[in-house]
């Protein structure tokens, strides 16, 4: 069964600017995953990313120890490193085990990002600007 989210209203430079983000939930495992965040759906992103207080908050202490890579383009178009950490996110209640990326760079905009790796892959997204909403639906349903 699809759920639906709708869009988020940002004021920014040029007024007020529909978004796709949604509540997410996150922890370490599957009964912990209850801390909420917000997190935007782009579809440009080969990666889910979120800021380094995100993974202080639901208990890494230390970013710097998963794997780390780097990308270009996330802050101000630099090369910027990201370590890697398996995490549990719920989206409607649903939880995914999924890797995904904490970048000391990433100035928290208020939201994370949700991308190719970890999000496209684990459902059908439907994005109706028109409607200002999103509609998900598990690729298992």
């Not at 949604?22 to 370490?28: A, F, N, T, V």
């Not at 630099?78 to 904490?102: C, N």
């Not at 790796?117 to 690729?139: A, D, P, Q, S």
Request: glycine share 10%.
């Amino acid at each position: 069964m699809p759920m639906k989210f709708p869009y988020r209203f940002i004021p920014g430079a040029h007024g007020v600017t529909p978004r796709p983000i949604i509540p997410i939930q996150m922890g370490l495992t599957e009964q912990s995953a209850t801390r909420g965040y917000l997190a935007l759906i782009d579809s440009g992103a080969d990666i889910c990313l979120f800021s380094p207080e995100v993974a202080l908050e639901i208990g890494i202490k230390d970013v710097t120890k998963g794997p780390k890579s780097s990308v270009s383009g996330v802050v101000a178009g630099a090369k910027s490193d990201y370590y890697m950490h398996r995490v549990v996110i719920k989206i409607g209640g649903w939880p995914f085990a999924m890797d995904v990326a904490f970048m000391p760079d990433f100035t928290r905009l208020g939201y994370g990002i949700l991308g190719e790796k970890g999000f496209f892959e684990n459902f059908i997204v439907k994005l109706n600007l028109r409607k200002t909403e999103i509609e998900l639906k598990r690729h298992d349903s």
